[in-house]
């Protein structure tokens, strides 16, 4: 079984930063074989991608809407991940989840159970 346990959500001013973190575990699970993603779901809205990084932490991908302002990173020896977001703005108010899949799966199978990020104006 593995768990995704997220942590570092909260309430922020527009402008601020916020980092989060997730941390991967299970018995038999090999992190530094997974690629690791970032998405967050908004009240009322479907649950977007925001961010992914491949199992080395050599390759990145971002949504347009948070290029240049998050930055995903891992370390493999922690078996976590994080989410630096800079400049955040109000419409980033979401509930933040991370997620796991094998490097060359096509689809997430393993998800964390989120994390609060409210962004006030």
């Known amino acids: 079984q593995v768990q995704l346990v997220e942590s570092g959500g909260g309430l922020v001013h527009a402008g601020g930063s916020l980092r989060l973190s997730c941390a991967a575990s299970?018995?038999?699970?090999?992190?530094?074989?997974?690629?690791m993603g970032w998405f967050r779901q908004a009240p009322g809205k479907e649950r977007e991608f925001v961010a992914t990084i491949n199992w080395s932490g050599g390759v990145t991908s971002y949504a347009d809407s948070v290029k240049g302002r998050f930055t995903i990173s891992r370390d493999n020896a922690k078996n976590t991940i994080y989410l630096q977001m800079n400049s955040l703005k109000p419409e980033d108010t979401a509930v933040y989840y991370c997620?796991?899949?094998?490097?060359?799966?096509?689809?997430?199978?393993?998800w964390g159970q989120g994390t609060q990020v409210t962004v006030s104006s």
């Open positions: 299970g018995r038999t699970f090999d992190f530094s074989s997974y690629a």
């Open positions: 997620a796991a899949k094998p490097q060359l799966f096509p689809t997430y199978n393993y």
